[in-house]
């Protein structure tokens, strides 16, 4: 070797020289890359989130038509229960109205789902709900089925729910519409609600969608001790009432005025003796 050879050293410009992720194979973090790309980085994620929210619109674009009513209908007259607001925002109310109906399903009204059958407003739902008290893995006793939507409600705050519906076609109808939307905690039964559900009782919660003279007795019966029943008393217009089971016998709350739909069926029968 020439002992006057050059000795070539090898120089790295900025552009060329290895970073540290390429040196140890680490992904490198976003505060670690150029401006530039992280600009990019932060661009591209905005587009993301954009594509996917515009996305979950076109899926179900009644989205902010039931934020809306939560909104103005319900927490404004006073449901803090964030389970039950919770539940309103996500049970589709469309869906359990026929289709021409659907675009008046978030309105600040009843909507049919029947020929002579209305679905309450929307509040009337909630405050019956909030009222129950329910933490998430009761077993609750639903009477009046109707379409299926406050048994779906009832179903996001609640562990198990069991309606009974005295039309046949409405209960097979709603028991479709419930299992179609995958609310899978929901039993529907054909029946008359007046002697309530006593093969899956006692219960913690019963919720009457229904108006009656006086709270059915049976009913009051299913309750676990401790348990709370909801019911609209009455006949134009009705008290909602609280009906709590004690020691010492029911323990009534008036709660405010309704105009829920009459139960047929046996209470009738009873009633004109």
Same mark, same amino acid.
């Given at each position: ?32 890359? $150029? #401006?530039s790309?992280?600009? &990019?980085?932060?661009?591209? @994620? ?9 996305? /979950? =619109? ?17 927490k ?26 659907? $675009? #008046?399903?978030?309105?600040? &009204?009843?909507?049919?789902? @029947? ?9 009337? /739902? =909630? ?8 933490k ?12 299926g ?23 097979? #109808? ?73 020691t ?26």
């Amino acid at each position: 070797m020439n002992a006057h050879a050059a000795v070539q050293v090898r120089t790295e410009s900025p552009s060329n020289r290895p970073t540290v992720h390429e040196r140890t194979g680490m992904s490198p973090r976003v505060d670690d890359l $150029p #401006r530039s790309r992280r600009i &990019a980085a932060a661009i591209l @994620a905005v587009a993301t989130l954009c594509c996917g929210l515009a996305a /979950s =619109a076109q899926t179900d674009p009644f989205t902010s038509l039931r934020r809306d009513m939560v909104d103005d209908q319900v927490k404004k007259r006073g449901v803090k229960q964030p389970s039950v607001l919770s539940a309103l925002e996500m049970v589709p109310r469309h869906l359990f109205v026929p289709e021409p109906n659907q $675009p #008046r399903a978030y309105q600040d &009204a009843p909507v049919a789902f @029947a020929p002579g059958q209305n679905l309450s407003h929307p509040f009337v /739902s =909630a405050r019956m709900i909030e009222v129950l008290e329910l933490k998430g893995k009761e077993r609750v006793l639903e009477i009046g089925t109707g379409s299926g939507y406050d048994a779906a409600l009832l179903s996001r705050v609640a562990g198990q729910v069991y309606t009974i519906e005295i039309d046949k076609s409405l209960a097979a #109808r709603a028991r479709r519409t419930l299992r179609k939307l995958g609310f899978d905690n929901v039993e529907v039964k054909s029946g008359d609600g007046y002697r309530g559900w006593p093969e899956k009782a006692p219960f913690d919660a019963i919720l009457v969608t229904v108006s009656t003279r006086e709270p059915p007795p049976m009913l009051y019966d299913q309750l676990k001790m401790g348990g709370r029943m909801v019911v609209a008393v009455g006949s134009l217009v009705q008290e909602m009432q609280l009906i709590t089971k004690t020691t010492e016998g029911p323990v009534t709350e008036p709660v405010s005025l309704v105009n829920l739909g009459p139960m047929t069926g046996e209470v009738n029968r009873r009633e004109q003796r």
